[in-house]
């Protein structure tokens, strides 16, 4: 796979005004067939989004676009640690489309997380001959966003698309992290350096430690020593890059820093996701950024407090 030096994220403004029922996930999904018109839009208050004249929306936000729809075959399902989710892609012939380019390694990437914003889980489904993908995912009571990033074969573009996810039961939500520069998952710290700044192309580097040393033979995991995932809070519009340099390359190291150079839309809070593989497992660091400015972990560093996985 080659990826870009610098592969900044193709995304652009909102087509259409996100309010409250969006945030909490009774929003409807949008089908996009046609270019959507240049607008602006201005929300006031937390997770507040100011985005200039865009000629395209971010991902995910669409359950269908360009002719494809992303179906899941159940909207509504109970809690379940090992919830069997399956779905089909719906091409422009009507048909469940059953060939795919390969992306970063795989055929297709299924990324699910609550409406909070918790819970997030990046997967790959197995395809069966009829064209339907098929993954185990962890589901907790509440509302629930599933992705899909793909590829399809031929000359159609990759795009991500969105579905709501119901799961029944008593819901308990899990409050936004305030920004941190750190974060500690099974004896791993992850730390931050550098901010998102909305309409600019920022340089993000994450660097690894592990029991206090640096991590320089981290193992490659989808063509990559570093996958990151973004959500804008609100939203839960979706941003998708990959690191500066790839294994091989006879430039980039495995570790401990990993670089991304990324652009986002709007100003707001972003919710981000590293995957990085170790030891043969993949383990996932998150971080809340604010691109309204430097974030308040910069502003207070004596302040700060690592956040702690599960």
Same mark, same amino acid.
């Given at each position: 796979?080659?990826?870009?030096?610098?592969?900044?994220? +193709?995304?652009?403004?909102?087509?259409?005004?996100?309010?409250?029922?969006?945030?909490?996930?009774?929003?409807?999904?949008?089908?996009?067939?046609?270019?959507p018109?240049?607008?602006?839009?201005?929300?006031?208050?937390?997770?507040?989004?100011?985005?200039?004249?865009?000629?395209h929306?971010?991902?995910g936000?669409?359950?269908?676009?360009?002719?494809?729809?992303?179906?899941?075959?159940?909207?509504?399902?109970?809690?379940?640690?090992?919830?069997?989710?399956?779905?089909? @892609?719906v091409?422009?012939?009507?048909?469940?489309l059953?060939?795919?380019?390969?992306? *970063?390694?795989?055929?297709?990437?299924? @990324?699910?997380?609550?409406?909070?914003?918790?819970?997030?889980?990046?997967? $790959?489904?197995?395809?069966?001959?009829? =064209?339907?993908?098929? &993954?185990?995912?962890?589901?907790?009571? !509440?509302?629930?966003?599933a992705?899909?990033? +793909?590829?399809?074969?031929?000359?159609?573009?990759q795009?991500?698309?969105?579905?709501?996810?119901?799961?029944? =039961?008593?819901?308990?939500?899990t409050?936004?992290?305030?920004?941190?520069?750190?974060?500690?998952?099974d =004896?791993?710290?992850?730390?931050?350096?550098?901010?998102?700044?909305? !309409?600019?192309?920022?340089?993000?580097t994450? #660097? @690894?430690?592990?029991?206090?040393?640096?991590?320089?033979?981290?193992?490659?995991?989808?063509?990559?020593?570093? *996958?990151?995932?973004?959500?804008r809070?609100?939203?839960?519009?979706?941003? $998708?890059? $990959?690191?500066?340099?790839?294994?091989?390359?006879?430039?980039?190291?495995?570790?401990p820093?990993?670089?991304?150079? &990324?652009q986002?839309?709007?100003? !707001?809070?972003?919710?981000?996701?590293?995957? +990085?593989? $170790? !030891?043969?497992?993949?383990?996932t660091?998150?971080? #809340?950024?604010?691109?309204?400015?430097t974030?308040?972990?910069?502003? *207070?560093p004596?302040?700060?407090?690592?956040t702690?996985?599960?």
């Amino acid at each position: 796979m080659n990826v870009p030096l610098k592969l900044g994220l +193709f995304v652009t403004a909102l087509v259409a005004v996100f309010g409250g029922a969006a945030a909490l996930g009774n929003g409807v999904d949008q089908v996009v067939t046609a270019k959507p018109e240049t607008m602006e839009h201005d929300t006031e208050g937390d997770g507040a989004m100011k985005a200039g004249p865009m000629d395209h929306a971010p991902g995910g936000l669409q359950v269908a676009e360009n002719g494809y729809r992303f179906v899941l075959d159940s909207t509504a399902r109970e809690a379940d640690p090992q919830a069997k989710v399956s779905f089909t @892609i719906v091409g422009p012939d009507g048909k469940a489309l059953t060939k795919y380019a390969t992306l *970063h390694d795989k055929l297709l990437h299924l @990324i699910v997380a609550k409406r909070d914003l918790s819970g997030f889980q990046h997967v $790959h489904p197995v395809l069966d001959e009829d =064209g339907t993908w098929t &993954a185990d995912v962890a589901l907790t009571p !509440g509302q629930w966003r599933a992705f899909a990033d +793909f590829d399809p074969a031929g000359k159609d573009p990759q795009l991500t698309l969105g579905a709501d996810l119901s799961v029944a =039961g008593n819901v308990e939500a899990t409050p936004l992290p305030k920004p941190s520069r750190t974060y500690e998952v099974d =004896g791993y710290t992850v730390t931050l350096d550098g901010d998102v700044k909305a !309409g600019q192309e920022s340089e993000l580097t994450l #660097t @690894i430690a592990k029991d206090g040393k640096p991590v320089t033979d981290l193992e490659p995991y989808l063509a990559a020593y570093g *996958h990151l995932v973004a959500l804008r809070v609100g939203d839960l519009a979706y941003l $998708h890059v $990959h690191p500066d340099g790839e294994p091989g390359d006879d430039r980039t190291r495995p570790g401990p820093q990993v670089t991304f150079f &990324a652009q986002v839309p709007s100003t !707001g809070s972003y919710r981000l996701y590293l995957d +990085f593989k $170790h !030891g043969g497992t993949v383990r996932t660091a998150e971080f #809340t950024v604010d691109t309204s400015g430097t974030s308040e972990a910069a502003q *207070h560093p004596e302040e700060e407090e690592s956040t702690h996985g599960h």
